[in-house]
């Protein structure tokens, strides 16, 4: 559908990460260079020291960040290790983290013991202390935190400039204007929360270093927990910072490029409808469809195509005499920009080019000489909507359903790429991080189970992470395919491994089936869908779901039975496991057991037993040391988790949903020799209702029908 190839470097996935690491200067000391104490949180530090007391002064001298001990921010295999590390913390329920750490300077201005005042003068004793400022989560390699085992998402929040008056209904004070918003990254809230707090830190460390007596007694650990309770801990498990939704790659990419114009308490009544609005700063900044169908709608948005937020503002792209700029919306507002088109589409039947300045749009007979074009077609839109084949036939309200809907598709067992692609399929399955692709021409070495590795022509090796099939927050799978061997020739760029939803590098959410518009017995009435037998027994629309059963044996009890009876099978007699891999389980089925003391029969212990949820296979045990119980004080010895795979066949009262906002519940599932066909005999899969077509305007599904068949019977052109 788009022509123009898109690159990727102007693409921000995620426009908290790159802001957030400088703020804690994570790459300067990665890279062994001084920490600069006039930026990000030193820069805040620095003023907020020297701190003096009635009988002493505290100075910063150093500062530092200290990564987990597990990994070694200067190997090759950096990432790697870090996205395996991120992945334990996952499972043990722990925050992965970094710590500030300062050095500071204590001096006393006691006189010594014994020792009065010399000529009106104190004398002066120093003394060096290391302290902890406070401990903040690191970002993972998918640009997501992982606080207390949950993956989590920073999101934009976007500020007033100006107080407006709220109790005044002023269409005109347009609240929604980007000029008038500031788009405030991660590490933006970080500072302003910690201004906000530097003078009760201050206040705080006066009064501890009051109640001292002597430096070699001073103790800063109460104001570490204090930082951590009221700055760190609130912002990253608040409302700017949700948990991951990991149900499919675009879900994962759209939230990681969420803002939301709430106000930070959830309250949405007592905003205005001028501030939910489209407003024309939004144009190339802000996706003008992909918006919640909640309370929220209009006040949770997302970044559009290849906009990126600098010194908080959204710039959008756009082309001058062949050059990138990148305009603020204060900047678009006094230049001319006409759109991104063929130059048989530049004039309109009026033989003028149509033009906009200042949100206004207009025809003029001839372009001015210093005008702007916009870099991307369909730029106004943001990643889901641009997935959307002929999305300019669809009314807008279909449009944002379908943006929605495609966040809600599950990982397939055997998923397809879209005969009909928007060309952007290829640049999702390469910001979502699922596919692995390569960065240099070379030859593989080595397949392995963790990672893939290719020669150079320099003989130089690079590594590639890949994963084996894991369970998401959402209950989906994620995973990777390897699609090379050893041996093989790679060119750069090209796909070595696929996700769970991407097949040879591009973004597969679902599969190309035949439909079919009619009625159907009044099967389809409404929204019902028609479908053939034969997407059940051929697993064509057979959903992939990994369940993470934990069980945890906490102090006082153990999986080790003394029942040593000959019908005690050999798993319950070792570990208290009940199962093993490769074993399939139906729901209610024993998977562990433990056991402790029982008050009342001292020869009979209590036992409790892990019951399997659903119907599956089991692939894999774990046990796991050093977990934190979520759930409560009692402390946790070790943890066994079982992860059973489920495939879920297509039934009745399921979910089907197409691109343009076509959605329906299965009513019927029929036999394929009962189902409509076509002239050779060949049955349709899905019968959709032809009321859902022209009554929603989304005629773009008509045309991919078109089209797909057209792609499918190639002789039907001639």
């Given at each position: 559908?788009?022509?123009?190839?898109?690159?990727?470097?102007?693409i921000?996935?995620?426009?908290?990460q790159k802001?957030y690491?400088?703020?804690?200067q994570?790459?300067?000391?990665?890279k062994?260079?001084?920490?600069?104490?006039?930026i990000?949180?030193?820069?805040?530090?620095?003023?907020i020291?020297?701190?003096?007391?009635?009988?002493?002064?505290?100075?910063?001298?150093?500062?530092?960040i200290?990564?987990?001990?597990?990994i070694?921010?200067q190997?090759p295999?950096?990432?790697?290790?870090?996205?395996?590390?991120?992945w334990?913390?996952?499972?043990?329920?722990?925050?992965l983290?970094?710590s500030?750490?300062?050095?500071?300077?204590?001096?006393?201005r006691?006189?010594?013991?014994?020792q009065?005042v010399?000529n009106?003068?104190?004398?002066?004793?120093?003394?060096?202390?290391?302290?902890?400022?406070a401990?903040?989560?690191m970002f993972?390699?998918?640009?997501?935190?992982?606080?207390?085992?949950l993956?989590?998402?920073?999101?934009?929040?976007?500020?007033?400039?100006i107080?407006?008056?709220t109790t005044?209904?002023?269409?005109n004070?347009?609240?929604?204007?980007?000029?008038?918003?500031d788009?405030?990254?991660f590490?933006?809230?970080?500072?302003?929360?910690?201004?906000?707090?530097?003078?009760k830190?201050?206040?705080l460390?006066?009064r501890?270093?009051?109640?001292?007596?002597?430096?070699?007694?001073?103790?800063?650990?109460p104001l570490?927990?204090w930082?951590?309770k009221?700055?760190i801990?609130?912002?990253?498990?608040?409302e700017?910072?949700?948990?991951?939704?990991?149900?499919n790659?675009?879900s994962?990419?759209s939230?990681?490029?969420?803002?939301?114009?709430?106000?930070?308490?959830?309250?949405?009544?007592s905003?205005m409808?001028?501030?939910?609005g489209?407003?024309?700063?939004?144009?190339g900044?802000?996706?003008?469809v992909e918006?919640p169908?909640?309370?929220?709608?209009?006040?949770?948005l997302?970044?559009?195509?290849?906009?990126?937020?600098?010194?908080?503002k959204?710039l959008?792209?756009?082309?001058?005499?062949?050059?990138?700029i990148?305009?603020?919306?204060e900047?678009?507002?006094?230049?001319?920009?006409v759109p991104?088109?063929d130059?048989?589409?530049?004039?309109?039947?009026?033989d003028q080019?149509?033009?906009?300045q200042?949100?206004e749009?207009?025809?003029?007979?001839e372009?001015?000489?210093?005008?702007?074009?916009?870099?991307?077609?369909?730029?106004?839109?943001?990643?889901?909507a641009n997935l959307?084949?002929?999305?300019?036939h669809?009314?807008n309200?279909?449009?944002?359903?379908?943006?929605?809907?495609?966040?809600?598709?599950?990982?397939?067992?055997f998923?397809?790429?879209?005969?009909?692609?928007t060309?952007?399929?290829q640049?999702?399955?390469?910001?979502?991080?699922h596919a692995v692709?390569?960065?240099?021409?070379?030859?593989?070495?080595e397949?392995?189970e963790?990672k893939?590795?290719?020669?150079?022509k320099?003989g130089?090796?690079?590594?590639?992470?890949?994963?084996?099939?894991?369970?998401?927050?959402?209950?989906?799978?994620?995973?990777?395919?390897?699609?090379?061997?050893?041996g093989?020739?790679v060119?750069e760029?090209?796909?070595?491994a696929?996700?769970?939803?991407?097949?040879?590098?591009e973004?597969?959410?679902?599969?190309?089936?035949?439909?079919?518009y009619?009625?159907?017995?009044?099967?389809?009435?409404?929204?019902?869908?028609?479908?053939?037998?034969?997407?059940?027994?051929?697993?064509?629309l057979?959903s992939?779901?990994?369940?993470?059963?934990?069980?945890?044996?906490?102090?006082?009890?153990?999986?080790?039975?003394t029942?040593?009876?000959?019908?005690?099978?050999?798993?319950?007699l070792?570990?208290?496991?009940?199962?093993?891999v490769?074993q399939?389980?139906?729901?209610g089925?024993?998977?562990?057991?433990?056991?402790?003391?029982?008050e009342?029969?001292?020869?009979?212990p209590?036992?409790?037993?892990?019951?399997?949820?659903i119907?599956?296979?089991?692939?894999?045990?774990?046990?796991?040391?050093?977990?934190?119980?979520?759930?409560?004080?009692?402390?946790?010895?070790?943890?066994?988790?079982?992860?059973?795979?489920?495939?879920?066949k297509?039934?009745?009262g399921?979910?089907l949903?197409?691109?343009?906002?076509?959605?329906?519940?299965?009513?019927?599932?029929?036999?394929?020799?009962?189902?409509?066909?076509?002239?050779?005999g060949t049955?349709?899969?899905?019968?959709?209702?032809?009321?859902?077509v022209?009554?929603?305007m989304?005629?773009?599904?008509?045309?991919?029908?078109h089209?797909?068949?057209?792609?499918?019977h190639?002789?039907?052109l001639?």
């Amino acid at each position: 559908m788009f022509e123009d190839i898109i690159d990727i470097d102007d693409i921000c996935l995620s426009p908290h990460q790159k802001a957030y690491e400088s703020f804690l200067q994570i790459n300067r000391l990665i890279k062994g260079e001084k920490p600069d104490e006039n930026i990000g949180l030193y820069g805040l530090l620095s003023k907020i020291f020297p701190i003096e007391s009635k009988h002493f002064c505290l100075c910063l001298e150093d500062y530092q960040i200290v990564f987990p001990g597990a990994i070694d921010p200067q190997s090759p295999e950096y990432l790697i290790n870090l996205d395996s590390l991120a992945w334990a913390y996952c499972n043990r329920g722990a925050t992965l983290q970094c710590s500030a750490e300062l050095t500071l300077r204590i001096e006393s201005r006691r006189a010594p013991v014994n020792q009065g005042v010399v000529n009106g003068d104190i004398r002066k004793t120093f003394r060096q202390i290391p302290h902890c400022f406070a401990t903040f989560p690191m970002f993972t390699p998918r640009g997501t935190f992982i606080i207390k085992g949950l993956e989590r998402v920073p999101i934009v929040r976007m500020k007033s400039v100006i107080q407006f008056d709220t109790t005044i209904n002023n269409k005109n004070s347009f609240q929604s204007d980007l000029k008038m918003l500031d788009a405030w990254v991660f590490s933006d809230q970080l500072t302003n929360i910690i201004c906000k707090n530097a003078l009760k830190y201050k206040e705080l460390l006066i009064r501890l270093l009051d109640k001292t007596d002597s430096a070699e007694r001073i103790s800063l650990n109460p104001l570490t927990h204090w930082i951590q309770k009221s700055c760190i801990i609130p912002l990253f498990t608040g409302e700017l910072c949700p948990i991951l939704d990991d149900t499919n790659p675009l879900s994962e990419i759209s939230l990681k490029r969420k803002l939301t114009t709430k106000r930070g308490t959830g309250k949405t009544r007592s905003l205005m409808p001028e501030r939910r609005g489209v407003h024309a700063s939004h144009y190339g900044r802000i996706c003008l469809v992909e918006t919640p169908e909640s309370e929220s709608i209009g006040l949770d948005l997302h970044l559009a195509l290849a906009a990126r937020i600098e010194n908080k503002k959204i710039l959008s792209p756009l082309q001058k005499d062949g050059n990138t700029i990148w305009l603020s919306p204060e900047e678009e507002a006094r230049a001319w920009v006409v759109p991104k088109a063929d130059s048989i589409y530049d004039r309109d039947i009026s033989d003028q080019f149509l033009i906009r300045q200042a949100g206004e749009v207009c025809a003029v007979p001839e372009l001015p000489a210093d005008v702007y074009r916009d870099k991307y077609s369909a730029q106004f839109l943001g990643l889901a909507a641009n997935l959307i084949p002929f999305v300019q036939h669809n009314d807008n309200n279909r449009v944002m359903m379908g943006a929605k809907n495609m966040k809600q598709a599950l990982p397939l067992l055997f998923p397809e790429a879209p005969l009909i692609k928007t060309g952007r399929e290829q640049l999702l399955g390469r910001l979502c991080g699922h596919a692995v692709f390569t960065r240099n021409i070379g030859h593989v070495k080595e397949v392995m189970e963790d990672k893939i590795v290719v020669l150079k022509k320099d003989g130089q090796q690079d590594f590639y992470g890949i994963q084996p099939i894991r369970p998401t927050g959402h209950r989906t799978i994620t995973s990777h395919r390897p699609l090379v061997k050893k041996g093989d020739r790679v060119e750069e760029g090209q796909a070595l491994a696929d996700g769970a939803c991407t097949v040879n590098g591009e973004l597969a959410l679902g599969v190309n089936l035949l439909v079919a518009y009619m009625p159907y017995y009044g099967l389809n009435f409404e929204d019902g869908i028609v479908i053939s037998d034969r997407l059940v027994n051929e697993d064509v629309l057979t959903s992939l779901h990994l369940m993470d059963i934990p069980f945890d044996v906490y102090t006082g009890q153990h999986m080790e039975s003394t029942d040593t009876r000959s019908e005690m099978n050999e798993f319950t007699l070792k570990k208290g496991v009940l199962c093993q891999v490769d074993q399939t389980v139906q729901k209610g089925d024993r998977l562990f057991v433990k056991y402790q003391k029982n008050e009342s029969d001292i020869r009979s212990p209590e036992r409790t037993y892990c019951h399997s949820p659903i119907n599956g296979t089991i692939i894999n045990i774990l046990h796991e040391t050093g977990c934190v119980n979520a759930t409560g004080s009692q402390p946790v010895q070790y943890r066994k988790r079982c992860w059973i795979l489920e495939k879920r066949k297509i039934e009745v009262g399921d979910k089907l949903m197409g691109r343009h906002g076509n959605k329906g519940v299965v009513a019927r599932i029929i036999k394929s020799e009962k189902m409509p066909h076509l002239q050779d005999g060949t049955p349709v899969d899905v019968i959709l209702n032809p009321h859902g077509v022209v009554s929603r305007m989304n005629l773009g599904q008509i045309l991919e029908t078109h089209m797909g068949w057209i792609l499918r019977h190639p002789s039907f052109l001639s």
